[in-house]
Every structure is written in C-alpha cells, then in structure tokens.
Antibody, heavy 117, light 112 residues
Framework: EVQLVESGGGLVQPGGSLRLSCAASGFTFSSYWIHWVRQAPGKGLVWVSRINPDGSDTTYADSVKGRFTISRDNAKNTLYLQMNSLRVEDTAVYYC??????????WGQGTLLIVSP | DVVMTQSPLSLPVTLGQPASISCRSSQSLVHSDGNTYLNWFQQRPGQSPRRLIYKFSDRDSGVPDRFSGSGSGTDFTLKISRVEAEDVGVYYCMQGTHWPPTFGQGTKVEVQ
C-alpha cells in the first residue's frame, strides 16, 4: 500500500525556518516525481514545489521561490521541504503528493505549519 | 497561470439524487500530446484530498462508478449519479496541461 507520511509542522515566528519531511513507503520512491501542495485554513489547494525522481530537477511556485528548497533522500525514501524567511501567509497544511497517471494520485495526511508572531 | 472556475461553489444535494459540478478553464486543456489533463479531487471533512478522475474522464482505482467526468476544451463536468452520505465534502478540479498546475476554488457538497 502506498503511504506518504508528513511531519515537521509546528508554530514558527515570521522570518523563521522549518523543515518538513515526507516519509514514503509501499512503492519505489526513487521512480516518482513528488510534489508539495498546501492548503491555508479554510481555503483551497495550491501547488508549491516539485522534484524529479533523482532530485536533479526542482521547480517552485513564485510565492515561495528563493525561500523554500525541496530535496529528497532516495536511500531513506524521504522528501523534504526546507522553508526559510517564513511569512504569515505561509500558514497552511502541507501535503506531499505523488504522481501516477498524471498529477497527484496519492496524498499524505498533511502537516500543519502556523506562522505567527 | 490558467484560471480554473468552478460552479456552483455550494451544492445542496438530496441523497439518492444526481449532482453535477462544472469547471471551466481560462485556456484549452488539450495538451500537444493529445491528452486533456483535467483531474477531479474529493476532500471529505478533516481528510486529505483524494483523486477521483484523471484525464477528464478516467476513474481512479477504487472510485465508485457513480462518479463520472466529462467535457472537452475548456468546459468540464463531474457528475454523481446518485449521491450517498459519504460523498459530502469539497470537490476540486485541477488542470495539469499548462505549467504550473492550478486548482479550482472548490465546490462544497452538502446534504440538504
């Protein structure tokens, strides 16, 4: 069974940093594109970042470019999102999601980031 | 970015009756490879999103056949043939034809 389990969320002050993790199991992690998608409280879904199977190709939404870094450790079957210079508007549940037959077939349960003074 | 517009934003439904959600894109979603990358997602209260439909009409594994997707170009529809209580939640369309992928605002389906 495909499983994606996010962790690392919490409360951070504006300007702070945090690293999210997504532990994968049940599939060959190193073969798939993986994304981060976020959802602000009571709001819709927004794509944040993606990484290719070997980690050599990364892309970011304009809203996080230069502040967030996506990476992966295929030996540990884990995806990361390093978030720096956090803003109040980054407050959201962050989901990792895997592609198959198109975008976002499988989703994790999400981890909540709150950026507040 | 491609703008995805859903209607209605709130959909009161009657159990056992059909329901329909519309999704319009600001550009055609026909890719140069001939495919149309339009997905539908369901998000039940307190849960993660779940993909129901990909390539505008293909149903994901395990999705009940009461869910169907149709449309072309810029106009797409998600239909539920007979609404069940477990179908309550928010439904999102999403396009993957143009970069970056973008979602509709969501349609809240609730039992009236």
């Amino acid at each position: 069974e495909v499983q994606l389990v996010e962790s690392g969320g919490g409360l951070v002050q504006p300007g702070g940093s945090l690293r999210l993790s997504c532990a994968a199991s049940g599939f060959t992690f190193s073969s798939y594109w993986i994304h981060w998608v976020r959802q602000a409280p009571g709001k819709g879904l927004v794509w944040v970042s993606r990484i290719n199977p070997d980690g050599s190709d990364t892309t970011y939404a304009d809203s996080v470019k230069g502040r967030f870094t996506i990476s992966r450790d295929n030996a540990k079957n884990t995806l990361y999102l390093q978030m720096n210079s956090l803003r109040v508007e980054d407050t959201a549940v962050y989901y990792c999601t895997r592609d198959y037959s198109g975008y976002f077939q499988h989703w994790g349960q999400g981890t909540l980031l709150i950026v507040s003074p | 970015d491609v703008v995805m517009t859903q209607s209605p934003l709130s959909l009161p439904v009657t159990l056992g009756q059909p329901a329909s959600i519309s999704c319009r894109s600001s550009q055609s979603l026909v890719h140069s490879d001939g495919n149309t990358y339009l997905n539908w997602f369901q998000q039940r209260p307190g849960q993660s999103p779940r993909r129901l439909i990909y390539k505008f009409s293909d149903r994901d594994s395990g999705v009940p056949d009461r869910f169907s997707g149709s449309g072309s170009g810029t106009d797409f529809t998600l239909k539920i043939s007979r609404v069940e209580a477990e179908d309550v939640g928010v439904y999102y369309c999403m396009q993957g034809t143009h970069w970056p992928p973008t979602f509709g605002q969501g349609t809240k389906v609730e039992v009236q």
